[in-house]
């Protein structure tokens, strides 16, 4: 009988393109975020996004094998840093709220991954370093949280294509952190 159907083919899957990837991506950082919305990982984001594309184009999509990769290389890297982070920690969410602007990063520049000095890295680098030095919610400093919030706020709600938004956060984190520096040196002087 299984010789007398008529079996067709699974209509083979369309690989999207880097710039519908892209496209999509700015679409859903643009999105607000609001307390009861729950927290995703980059591999919901890629999921998410081929179901879009399927409804958007009535069959199965496909990541390019250079985005795949890219997506499993920063989910990688986020697996790392959560690794060494406390999860109740305040800036664990300002790194989580980087997903986005960094993945879109990374799609567009493989350099990304290979250069240290990258602005969104150092980005990256320095609110990293920060969240790992407080071990919980109790162990908060809010002239420390509002500028890290300010810089990752700046970079999701400015991020178009652009590292300039990346290095311009960054350096007005990095003086603020610096201005911290000075003024408990002078305390500890005092």
């Known amino acids: ?26 679409t859903l950082q643009r999105q607000p975020q609001g307390p009861g919305i729950a927290r995703t990982d980059l591999m919901d984001v890629r999921q998410m996004l081929l179901a879009q ?29 959560e690794g060494e982070i406390s999860e109740d920690a305040p800036a664990a969410a300002l790194i989580r709220r980087l997903q986005l602007p960094l993945l879109r990063v990374a799609l567009q520049d ?26 919980d919610k109790d162990d908060l400093d809010p002239q420390l949280l509002q500028p890290l919030q300010q810089a990752v706020n700046h970079v999701v709600e400015r991020y178009d294509g652009d590292t300039a938004v990346f290095e311009a956060s960054n350096a007005q984190l990095q003086g603020h952190l610096q201005a911290q520096v000075r003024k408990a040196e002078l305390l500890e002087r005092r």
Request: hydrophobic letters at 40%.
């Open 1 to 26: 009988i299984g010789k007398l159907k008529s079996v067709r083919p699974p209509a083979p899957a369309e690989t999207l393109g880097t710039g519908e990837v892209l496209s999509a991506l700015g």
């Open 110 to 135: 493989q350099s990304f991954f290979v250069q240290p000095r990258h602005p969104a890295r150092e980005l990256l680098n320095t609110v990293a370093e920060t969240a790992a030095n407080w071990l």
């Open 53 to 81: 594309a399927r409804q958007r184009h009535g069959k199965g999509a496909t990541l390019s094998q250079r985005d795949n990769d890219t997506f499993e290389l920063l989910h990688l890297l986020y697996g790392q840093l």
